[in-house]
Nanobody, 127 residues
């Protein structure tokens, strides 16, 4: 089992920045994917960004078009922590942000292929 705990959410004005963190504990994998998803009010959960580790120092980054150039995903393997740096935030970025993980690193996974999920952290962007 893997446990994921998100932190770093909050209230910010449009144009501001936040950094989300996701601390992982429990089982480890030699190759894995960790990602961020979000669910805005009245909307379905959607993909934000993911990092796929295929080896000790080889990884791939994927982003939703809506956040490219504004959000940056990164990870610290030693700390087992995933980050999402969010810059130039917009009111439409308001959502609960979830961290998710899966024990494989195949490309383009569907949301349902993520096995482990955190509880989420609220991000609210005011206009």
């Amino acid at each position: 089992q893997v446990q994921l705990v998100e932190s770093g959410g909050g209230l910010v004005q449009a144009g501001g920045s936040l950094r989300l963190s996701c601390a992982a504990s429990g089982r480890t994998f030699s190759a894995y994917t960790m990602g961020w998803f979000r669910q805005g009010p009245g909307k379905e959960r959607e993909f934000v960004a993911a990092i796929r580790w295929v080896g000790r120092s080889t990884y791939y980054l994927d982003y939703a078009d809506s956040v490219k150039g504004r959000f940056t995903i990164s990870g610290d393997n030693a700390k087992r922590t995933l980050y999402l740096q969010m810059n130039n935030l917009k009111p439409e970025d308001t959502a609960v942000y979830y961290c998710a993980a899966r024990g494989v690193a195949t490309p383009n996974p569907r949301m349902t292929e993520y096995v482990y999920w955190g509880q989420g952290t609220q991000v609210t962007v005011s206009s």
